[in-house]
């Protein structure tokens, strides 16, 4: 097309030479002197080459801006100029899934089939001059609005380190840092759902090695997500590092994370109390869904009590070796309680009727192994200390059959512990403290599961999934197992559920 254009400029110009030159040539019948002159040649070819010049110039600058305004797509249209860029993001998840219901003869709406949009994201991300960029996610799913990243980063060209400001991950483990995009299973591991690992609002900081190996993350967040809350004194501190070298003739990762979390206090100089009444309105509760997100019921389940915070330790390691990876996880949970006595006088006390003062610092533990191969023969995607996008070999749309991959995960989550189990309760009214035991406190709960997941083109994926969940204590053990002798810390029942997943993303 530019070779079009110039050639064509340049019989233009040739033409519109000649015309002049023959307009100024006389008439035969005119008496005029004519005078020899001979032109310079090269100046002539001087000038038409400074002439095309320009114009070659100017359909460059013309062809440049033109494809400036044309969009580039990576799964969808994306701008750059002048130093911004701007793409549009989104996903849709759609779960559908049956669980067996572990009560006989007892009508349960959270269990059986249900089905539900997971997830259901519009967004936008991009780049501002002076090496900032953006990022913003609404979640429309289930008729509610939330957010995903709404976050603002400077990230200066040369250097190692970034900020990232906003809505945001709070150094989390891999599988709770990586997109739900990319995760193995329907849902990600249980002790996320269980010590309620999600983004907070806050500031990090990277860092990382000139080959990537190396990363180091750490920040400080608001113990709220977006929302009304005008929480002023929960906070958490939380950090974590990544090394991933490639060795073994695969990709490894080992990664190490940690939370303080400070929660949120209600002081209230204006509240009408009794002396002896507890200091703060701060309570605790870890739970967790049998691993799908259709169902509201929750087999393990501390119930509510006095804490003051908890501080999360986690591991992380992974390799990637062709089609095959291995993952696996832990996260311990040491929280900080209130004890039955420390009270603090003229500030408000907790709601409700009652709360519960654990016997002790209450602790929790869950981990879980992985393990994956693409019988296609893909490579599970990863990048920056986080699982990524697959790149299918044989999409579905160019006559292939797409990735295939097969998973299996164990999955164990303990919420036991005897300081909670034998506890003392405060009655608000009386100011009365008294014994609380009470064995259907916690419980532990194991899942074992298989998955199949099918990529039939890089920005779409179905699941389908089989979970075996058993159970040990937690507060329905007596009413899933009435027969059994044993205390109800020590009952265990089982039951099944099948879940499916179609999602794409762009």
Do not use: C
């Not at 490894?252 to 009444?277: D, E, I, T």
């Not at 990863?382 to 292939?400: E, Q, S």
């Not at 009470?438 to 599961?449: A, D, E, F, I, V």
């Amino acid at each position: 097309m530019k070779h079009h254009l110039h050639l064509l400029l340049i019989a233009a110009s040739s033409l519109a030479f000649a015309s002049a030159a023959q307009a100024q040539t006389p008439a035969a019948d005119e008496a005029v002197e004519v005078v020899e002159e001979k032109p310079d040649a090269a100046a002539e070819m001087e000038f038409l080459k400074a002439q095309v010049q320009a114009l070659s110039a100017q359909v460059e600058a013309l062809s440049a801006r033109q494809a400036k305004a044309e969009p580039s797509w990576k799964g969808a249209p994306q701008w750059a100029a002048d130093g911004f860029s701007f793409k549009l993001r989104g996903r849709m998840m759609y779960d559908t899934a049956f669980i067996d219901s572990p009560f006989a003869a007892v009508p349960n709406k959270n269990l059986g089939f249900n089905s539900r949009i997971r997830r259901l994201r519009l967004g936008v991300e991009g780049k501002l001059p002076g090496d900032f960029g953006y990022k913003f996610e609404a979640d429309f799913a289930n008729s509610t609005v939330g957010f995903g990243d709404v976050i603002m980063t400077y990230e200066p060209k040369g250097k190692p380190w970034s900020i990232t400001m906003g809505n945001h991950e709070t150094m989390n483990g891999l599988e709770q840092i990586s997109s739900s995009r990319f995760v193995s299973f329907i849902e990600r591991n249980q002790f996320n759902d269980a010590f309620s690992n999600t983004r907070r609002l806050g500031v990090s900081f990277g860092l990382a090695s000139s080959d990537n190996t190396m990363r180091f993350n750490a920040g400080a967040f608001t113990a709220h997500t977006i929302d009304a809350s005008l929480d002023n004194d929960g906070y958490i501190l939380a950090a974590r590092g990544v090394f991933a070298p490639k060795a073994m003739g695969g990709q490894l990762h080992f990664g190490a994370n940690y939370q303080y979390r400070k929660f949120q206090s209600n002081h209230g100089a204006n509240a009408s109390v009794s002396a002896g009444a507890p200091s703060t309105n701060q309570t605790a509760r870890y739970r967790a869904r049998p691993f799908l997100q259709t169902t509201g019921e929750r087999f393990v389940d501390t119930g509510n009590f006095a804490a003051k915070g908890d501080q999360i330790f986690g591991l992380e390691a992974a390799g990637i070796f062709g089609p095959l990876h291995v993952a696996g996880e832990m996260q311990y949970n040491k929280v900080d309680a209130y004890a039955a006595g420390d009270f603090e006088p003229g500030l408000d006390a907790f709601t409700g009727t009652s709360i519960v003062f654990p016997n002790g610092d209450p602790s929790f533990m869950s981990y879980y192994g992985e393990v994956g191969y693409f019988i296609t023969g893909e490579t599970r995607g990863y990048k920056n200390g986080a699982w990524d996008r697959t790149k299918v070999l044989n999409p579905f749309d160019k006559g292939g059959w797409g990735a295939l991959q097969v998973n299996l995960r164990y999955d164990y989550l303990d919420l036991d512990s005897s300081k909670l189990k034998t506890a003392n309760s405060y009655t608000i009214a009386t100011g009365a403290v008294a014994a609380s035991n009470s064995l259907s406190r916690g419980g532990k709960q194991t899942g074992y599961q298989l998955g199949l997941t099918w990529i039939p083109s890089d920005y779409v994926r179905f699941i389908a999934q089989y979970i075996r969940t058993e159970v040990k204590g937690g507060p329905a053990a007596a009413a899933a197992n009435p027969t059994s002798t044993k205390p109800v810390d020590q009952r265990t029942y089982g039951f099944d559920s099948v879940a499916v997943r179609a999602q794409f993303d762009f």
